[in-house]
């Protein structure tokens, strides 16, 4: 919490916050695997670009962040963890001007995190296609990762009141975006193919990992606009992000993609993928 280890039941934040006021802040959510903090470079110039777009200044040099990301993961002796990053405006006076709040709240959770059930990996899982369109670009830009998640949050009580546990987001042209807190790709004759960032989405890290990998494996992959209807034709769709990092899609509303269970591509993206993290490759 700004600089100090606290125990978890001191490590609390104001009322006055106006991150939690306000929802006015960003964050970042990254996986440790096996010691080593994965993409935490891309992590962190993701938090530096988040706060730069809200007009927030990190009283921490990105080095500091790297370094107190460490100190708060060796403190919990953990070794496999989900770490929250968290940076709000910070304690101010009640009303909405961001610059009546002095300096910056800034803390690190270091925990495990479980998204998704471990059989749904195997047979892919269900989705929904949202009603609520996904926020503007330029009302409220996507590509930041921002402490206002109720655009995503109102898209996943959909997907919960319709029995399922992600929805798909359109953007205001009715292109695909990508998910309430996952991205998505498919795949059509070996083709993989992802939303491109114009379609005001979060850039995601494991979605850069995940090209990464198309590439090295000579996979051929591109970054483009299409709408939902192309998404039901898919021989194959899946979900990636931090914390639930590939997963097969078996149904988008009442059509069954593919052959309704993880399909081939997705099977060796996933493999390369947890060989990767497994490995002993070098932090990056
Ligand atoms: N889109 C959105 C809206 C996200 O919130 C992603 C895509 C995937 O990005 P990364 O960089 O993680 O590959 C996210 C990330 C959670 C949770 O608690 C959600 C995310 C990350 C970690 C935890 O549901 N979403």
New binding site residues.
């Given amino acids: 919490m700004d600089g100090t280890l606290v125990p978890r039941e001191q490590a609390v934040v104001s009322v006055f916050d106006h991150g939690v006021l306000y929802g006015d802040g960003c964050f970042?959510?990254i996986r440790a695997y096996h010691g080593r903090i994965f993409r935490v470079g891309?992590?962190i110039d993701?938090l530096f670009a988040s706060a730069e777009a809200i007009r927030l200044k990190s009283p921490y040099s990105r080095e500091q962040w790297i370094d107190a990301i460490r100190t708060t993961l060796n403190a919990n002796g953990l070794t496999n963890a989900?770490i929250?990053v968290v940076m709000t405006r910070g304690v101010g006076t009640l009303g909405l001007n961001p610059f009546r709040c002095p300096a910056p709240t800034c803390f690190i959770i270091a925990d495990s995190?479980s998204?998704y059930p471990p059989a749904l990996y195997e047979s892919g899982m269900k989705v929904i296609t949202a009603r609520r369109p996904r926020n503007l670009p330029a009302a409220l830009d996507?590509s930041i990762?921002s402490l206002n998640?109720l655009n995503?949050i109102l898209a996943k009580i959909e997907a919960i009141d319709a029995g399922v546990l992600e929805a798909i987001m359109l953007n205001h042209e009715g292109f695909v975006a990508?998910?309430?807190?996952?991205?998505i790709f498919f795949v059509k004759g070996g083709r993989v193919v992802t939303p491109a960032a114009s379609a005001g989405?979060?850039?995601?890290?494991?979605?850069?990992?995940v090209l990464q990998l198309c590439r090295e494996m000579g996979l051929p992959c591109e970054e483009r606009l299409f709408r939902i209807e192309e998404l039901r034709q898919a021989d194959e769709v899946f979900l990636?992000?931090?914390?639930?990092e590939i997963i097969a899609v078996s149904q988008i509303d009442d059509d069954v993609i593919g052959s309704g269970t993880i399909g081939p591509v997705t099977r060796r993206l996933t493999e390369a993928f947890r060989a990767r993290v497994a490995s002993h490759a070098p932090e990056d």
């Fill in positions: 970042e959510g891309a992590h993701r989900y929250r995190i998204l996507p990762k998640y995503n990508e998910c309430t807190g996952d991205n989405l979060l850039v995601g890290v494991t979605r850069g990992f990636t992000g931090t914390a639930a």
